[in-house]
């Protein structure tokens, strides 16, 4: 089992900056996945940027640029800082946790609402 721990949603004007970190607990394999999906209301979960446990980086093309995901290997701990953020970055923002060989695991979701 593994348990994320999510924090750092809130209220954002535009062109506003906002961070998020996901804190893994429990069983963490070596080689793994950690990233950040969104989903909007009527919208399908979408991937915002993810981090390999090799450190490699993927980002979803309307986030490039603006948002960049990090690393803390030994807290077991990811964080998401988003620049510059859009009305359309209004999301409930969840952290995922895609191990090599097992299930993966979704934090509850925090909320990032971009509004004046």
């Known amino acids: 089992q593994v348990q994320l721990v999510e924090s750092g949603g809130g209220l954002v004007q535009p062109g506003g900056s906002l961070s998020l970190s996901c804190a893994a607990s429990g069983r963490i394999s070596r080689i793994h996945v950690m990233g950040w999906y969104r989903q909007a209301p009527g919208n399908q979960r979408e991937l915002v940027a993810s981090?390999?446990?090799?450190?490699?980086?993927t980002y979803a093309d309307s986030v490039k640029g603006r948002f960049a995901i990090s690393r803390d290997s030994a807290k077991n701990t990811v964080y998401l800082q988003m620049n510059s953020l859009k009305s359309e970055g209004t999301s409930v923002y969840y952290c995922n946790f895609r191990p090599l060989f097992d299930m993966e695991y979704w934090g509850e979701g925090t909320l990032v609402t971009v509004s004046s």
């Open positions: 981090i390999h446990s090799d450190g490699r980086t």
